[in-house]
């Protein structure tokens, strides 16, 4: 692979144009690249055709449009190497950047595919929706050969201007971050809507309550910082509470949830998780002592 001139912007193609593959076309046009696009309903691309991408009559010919950046922002893995596997031969000494959604496995399988056809890959995830695109507030993770994502940072920023990020050789790193950041997100907007249902028991308004809610969330973030060296360490001293105060708190919010005819499915399942911690020697521990289950495999 040669290295890319980085005096001028250089070609990409983005197969793949729902919502998310058309903003980042539209970002790589907007930074100079000529761009390629594909997609199978040619209609999707009228939007970044417009604006100067050019539409190519076939994934092969998107493909060979370019010898540096190929972007693929398609449904899963199963589409992509339904798509792939038959142009593998002209996708050989090209850099095929992947944005799909999927696991770490399911990365590093691809990421033997590439090899095995001389395909240089590099695995990415999007922390951002379409219109975050080129904004400062995208982000965008990588993983995978460290020199392949430096010759090409220069163009990946175009679409992550402030938020592109390099986390290591292994290309099962960018998904695995994705895996257990979606999990945080998920986790904290459930806490929030399952408390407005709380609140909306006596009236309280959801703007109301996102008010204090939003404070919580940085009050969160204190201990985070504090749990992970403990995570690390391996060691939980309760200095801020004990896990049986967390087992006890949780239970009086089972308890608040069924007499408010609030689903409890959530605080009934972190207190069986915390009783489980508790079970297991940890009822003086801080609640990062919950990492121990976390690592057990479920039953």
């Not at 907007?30 to 604006?51: D, E, L, M, Y």
């Not at 999927?102 to 695995?123: K, M, P």
Request: proline content about 5%.
């Amino acid at each position: 692979m040669s290295s890319p001139d980085t005096t001028t912007p250089a070609p990409v193609t983005v197969i793949g144009l729902g919502l998310m593959g058309q903003a980042l076309a539209a970002a790589f046009v907007a930074a100079g690249h000529p761009t390629t696009v594909w997609n199978r309903t040619p209609a999707k691309a009228a939007s970044v055709t417009g604006q100067g991408a050019r539409l190519a009559g076939s994934a092969q010919a998107a493909i060979e449009a370019g010898p540096l950046v190929v972007v693929v922002c398609v449904a899963d893995y199963d589409a992509l190497h339904e798509l792939l596997d038959p142009l593998a031969p002209s996708l050989a000494g090209r850099v095929l950047v992947n944005l799909c959604t999927g696991t770490s496995t399911q990365a590093r399988a691809t990421a033997a595919w590439a090899a095995r056809h001389d395909i240089v890959y590099l695995e990415g995830v999007i922390m951002a929706i379409p219109p975050d695109i080129a904004s400062d507030a995208a982000i965008l993770l990588y993983s995978g050969p460290r020199p392949v994502f430096d010759a090409h940072e220069a163009t990946l920023r175009a679409i992550a201007p402030a938020g592109t990020m390099h986390l290591g050789d292994d290309h099962g790193l960018s998904p695995l971050y994705d895996m257990a950041l979606l999990n945080f997100l998920w986790g904290t907007l459930n806490a929030f809507l399952h408390g407005a249902a709380l609140l909306g028991t006596a009236d309280v308004k959801a703007t109301t309550f996102a008010e204090l809610a939003n404070r919580m969330i940085v009050v969160t973030t204190d201990y985070v910082s504090a749990y992970a060296g403990q995570v690390d360490d391996g060691d939980y001293p309760g200095t801020d509470a004990s896990m049986v105060t967390h087992q006890h708190g949780l239970q009086h919010l089972v308890d608040e949830s069924r007499h408010l005819g609030v689903n409890a499915e959530i605080p009934e399942l972190f207190k069986a998780l915390t009783d489980r911690a508790v079970d297991a020697g940890h009822g003086a521990s801080s609640y990062a002592a919950m990492i121990e289950v976390f690592r057990e495999a479920s039953a």
